[in-house]
């Protein structure tokens, strides 16, 4: 083989990983449609709305983002609560990014993100839910536009002491922040604003 035959089977190789790569970039860059995601809430409140009467109510400070470049349309998210082996709902949505309190109704996610406080709250015809001392498991699920069902999207443990249930059964709220170096979430009582 002459050097010139040589040199082109090489080319021809190096053009062939390039296009290969060049490939796998636009794939996972521009066409694969990814997951929507959020990370661990920096901060967690569990409290009551008032509209006349008092409805458990959590919020969690979070980002979502999509893993891909691709858009995420989400219709609805909700929370479920886990305490003593009973599970509760809380079925309405809204979210704060900054704007003021918006009813949940659609929200679009990109791969930057969406950081916002994403209050969820009882519904009015539920049954009265008291926050009683213990561990607390905290599941986020979202409805993707154009999907069948919905998927979870975090699920994080918390305590709530004898103390701090007290608070909450004053009707006052009880806000966990996330220490970053354990991973841990500690509770203080937050008085309700009058």
């Known amino acids: 083989m002459d050097q010139a035959t040589a040199i082109s089977i090489v080319s021809a190789g ?3 990983l ?3 790569v060049s490939a796998l970039t636009a794939y996972l860059t521009l066409l694969r449609a990814g997951r929507l995601r959020a ?4 901060i967690v409140f569990f409290g009551y709305d008032f509209s006349p009467d008092p409805v458990a109510k959590v919020f969690l400070r979070l980002l979502l983002f999509s893993s891909s470049r691709r858009l995420k349309r989400i219709e609805s998210l909700y929370a479920e609560i886990e305490h003593a082996g009973v599970t509760e709902t809380m079925s309405f949505w809204g979210y704060d990014a900054g704007n003021g309190l918006t009813p949940g109704s659609g929200l679009s996610v990109s791969h930057d993100g969406l950081a916002a406080n994403h209050h969820f709250v009882r519904a009015q015809h539920s049954p009265d839910f008291e926050f009683l001392s213990g561990e607390y498991e905290i599941r986020v699920f979202a409805k993707e536009f154009g999907k069948a069902s919905h998927s979870q999207l975090l699920k994080l443990k918390l305590e709530l002491n004898e103390k701090l249930a007290s608070t909450l059964k004053r009707r006052d709220g009880v806000l966990f922040e996330l220490d970053p170096a ?5 509770g203080n009582a937050r008085p309700r604003d009058t």
Do not use: N
């Open 14 to 16: 190096l053009a062939a």
């Open 39 to 42: 990370t661990p809430p920096s």
């Open 18 to 20: 390039a296009l290969g």
């Open 182 to 186: 354990t991973g841990h979430y500690f």
